[in-house]
């Protein structure tokens, strides 16, 4: 497939606006060579009445035919073979073997969702049977089930420009669950967003669903994105990025005359806690996985481990030097984006010109401008407590040791924290059982608690919670990543007396569909 920089509204190749953006090698510096046209706002009107139009008929599409969709985009996607993996490792700088994984995890995404969508129990059909003779009034014949919402925003992320981009969770979800979708590419990678996006147009023709399921809108101004929120066809947006981001788009859309639901996931800081029997058994291989799970992906995780809390014993002293020595092996690499560079090195900085703060080590720099130089970076408990800004994510490869006096300060910083995607103990089952409260503390402040530990790699499943409290996300409520993110762009709806031929196949009396249901108040 050729690029040609053009917007992808709905079956059309769209250039209405005279302004040109080019991605940018991080590596080199350089532009690259495709001129990709800016989206207008008339452009992103039209993206929104087409995904409207589309949703009357692909709404109501069976699961069968919906999961047949979602693995033909799969397919299609990798019919792209090298050259999209080729176009991304220019845009991101990433290596080839993690973008050949992402793109794994990116058709795997999709077919794990045509799964659920073939099983079909998703919908969580409830049945509750008239009875007529009920007193001291009759019982109507109520059912209810999940449907779509209607068009759904999605705002591609620079750090996985496969999987959180064009076809990445948040479209895969949207699409499963029945919704149209209007994609605002990550302004870093517009030839890859442009190459999936073909190939997901590619496979809404395969499929002989209608014109207007997917569009791309692109570019690097806000408004693009503001237009889509803005949209009163638009009826929920999925986003993953900075908190600034997400809770811009979420203002926004609380602003409407009609708020919508804006599922904005925007990074978190992760905190390690690691307990001192453990600590003392497992020094240096603690150590060592912190390091490579700091490194990982040159940190630009929003998993990442910014946090690492240990006590002030004699081993944590170790631990500390140990850690450093790791640090300073480590070699910079390059990052996605100068701005998040720069982003990264004045968050340090910012840290670093606290008195309270101290740089214990720092990896070897290379030659060019755009890379990350990990650091791992230091303070007192105490200190760490009367800060709030030191909880804050610094995206990139480096964390905050947080060294502790005692149990209760240790309790305390626990108790203090704000909302987490994850947070990780590490502890024997003496140190578990010692901290009960510590995990239960936890527990109110994260999507995902960890026992032993890296919270880097989160695995696509049924089970997965990729959320958590605010600011970590808009909605601790839901997951980005795994089959439940599906609940995120569908709501209830009850049918009260409907006639069997007017019902859904998946609320029908004789269950055609031989999905698990709630009837009558028991599971079936
Ligand atoms: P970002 O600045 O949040 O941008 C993400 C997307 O949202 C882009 O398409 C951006 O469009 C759009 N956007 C941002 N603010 C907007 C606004 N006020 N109105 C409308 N659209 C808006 O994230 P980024 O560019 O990926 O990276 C910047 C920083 O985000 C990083 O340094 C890091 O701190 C954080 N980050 C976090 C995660 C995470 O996992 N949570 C992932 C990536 C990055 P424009 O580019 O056109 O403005």
């Not at 929003?302 to 690492?308: A, I, V």
Request: negative net charge; charged residues 20%.
């Amino acid at each position: 497939m050729i690029l040609n920089g053009s917007n992808i509204i709905g079956f059309s190749d769209s250039r209405q606006s005279g302004e040109s953006f080019y991605a940018v090698n991080p590596k080199t510096g350089q532009q690259l060579n495709t001129a990709h046209v800016q989206a207008t706002i008339s452009e992103v009107n039209t993206a929104a009445e087409l995904a409207e139009s589309a949703f009357q008929s692909y709404r109501k599409l069976s699961g069968m035919k919906k999961a047949k969709f979602l693995e033909t985009i799969a397919e299609e996607i990798e019919n792209l073979g090298d050259s999209l993996i080729e176009i991304c490792m220019q845009e991101t700088a990433l290596p080839e073997a993690r973008l050949k994984g992402e793109r794994g995890r990116t058709v795997g995404q999709l077919r794990l969702f045509a799964q659920l969508l073939q099983e079909g129990s998703w919908v969580d059909a409830r049945i509750d049977f008239a009875n007529p003779n009920r007193q001291p009034v009759p019982r109507p014949d109520t059912r209810q089930m999940q449907i779509a919402l209607g068009p759904v925003g999605v705002f591609g992320a620079s750090n996985f420009p496969l999987a959180f981009s064009v076809a990445g969770g948040d479209t895969a979800s949207a699409l499963a669950a029945g919704c149209t979708v209007v994609v605002k590419g990550h302004p870093a990678h517009p030839g890859t967003s442009e190459l999936v996006g073909r190939a997901i147009n590619q496979a809404v023709k395969k499929c002989n669903l209608p014109e207007g399921v997917f569009s791309l809108v692109q570019g690097p101004s806000i408004a693009v994105g503001q237009a889509i929120v803005r949209h009163s066809l638009i009826k929920a947006i999925g986003f993953t990025g900075s908190y600034r981001g997400g809770k811009a788009l979420f203002d926004e859309a609380n602003k409407r005359d009609e708020p919508i639901p804006v599922y904005a996931e925007m990074g978190s800081t992760n905190p390690v806690f690691i307990l001192p029997e453990k600590l003392k058994q497992e020094t240096p291989a603690i150590a060592q996985g912190l390091k490579n799970s700091i490194q990982l992906g040159v940190g630009q995780f929003c998993t990442n481990p910014g946090l690492t809390i240990v006590d002030g014993s004699e081993t944590a002293k170790e631990f500390e030097q140990l850690l450093s020595k790791e640090v300073e092996d480590l070699v910079s690499a390059t990052m996605l984006t100068s701005g998040i560079q720069s982003a990264y090195e004045s968050g340090l900085q910012k840290f670093k010109d606290k008195t309270t703060v101290s740089s214990l080590s720092q990896g070897k720099k290379g030659d060019d401008e755009t890379q990350g130089v990990p650091e791992l970076l230091a303070v007192k408990g105490k200190d760490f407590l009367a800060d709030s800004e030191l909880e804050k994510e610094v995206f990139g490869p480096s964390t905050l040791l947080v060294q502790t006096e005692d149990d209760k300060e240790l309790l305390q910083i626990a108790k203090n924290l704000e909302g987490h995607l994850t947070a990780t103990v590490y502890g024997t089952e003496n140190d578990l059982k010692a901290n009960e409260e510590l995990l239960a503390v936890l527990e109110r402040k994260v999507g995902r608690l960890l026992i032993n530990g890296y919270p880097t790699g989160v695995e696509v499943c049924h089970s997965m919670v990729h959320g958590g409290p605010f600011p970590a996300t808009s909605d601790s409520r839901m997951t980005s990543v795994g089959t439940a993110a599906i609940t995120r762009f569908t709501r209830p709806i009850c049918y009260q007396n409907y006639p069997e031929f007017l019902l859904p196949e998946e609320l029908k009396t004789d269950n055609p569909l031989k999905i698990s249901r709630i009837i009558n108040g028991e599971r079936q």
